[in-house]
């Protein structure tokens, strides 16, 4: 009722059909709009996105141990492990070399421990060493794995 009063213009006699046509046509005109601009856009945000990502990935990838101050590092977050424990054996040999699996032997033998008393040692510094560094390093998940009575580098992916 208001708008014949404002726009003061006489009425019209207009198919209903017509304007039903009329406004499902600018529908499916208004839907492909959004389709062609999701269609050119999506890829080019979602590619920016993913090279932040990976960008940020680089720069916090990181991860390193620091031998002689007993240090592990990743950017500018630090923990520090107590020099000489098993969790300090453990980050060493496994830093030393991050593709090779060490098992519990070579890094009790390398702390000087008993191997028959400590076997479940290893077991529990790599616990202790996952939990600080979670928490220190801000990971998303354990920085070191275990299969086997072996103990090895997360996948960096999963971490960051």
Known sequence: MFSNSFFAATQLDVDPDITKAGLFIYAVLFLVAIGMTLRYLLPTVLSSYKEHRRSRAEASRNIWFDIKKSVLRRDNRELELPENSLEYFVCKLVFEEPDEPQSDYNIIEAAEKDPINDRRAVEQAVRRVNKKA?????????????????TFLNDIERLI
């Not at 979670?134 to 072996?150: G, I, P, Q, T, W």
């Open 134 to 150: 979670k928490d220190a390093l801000e990971l998303k998940s354990d920085l070191l794995l275990r299969r086997k009575e072996k």
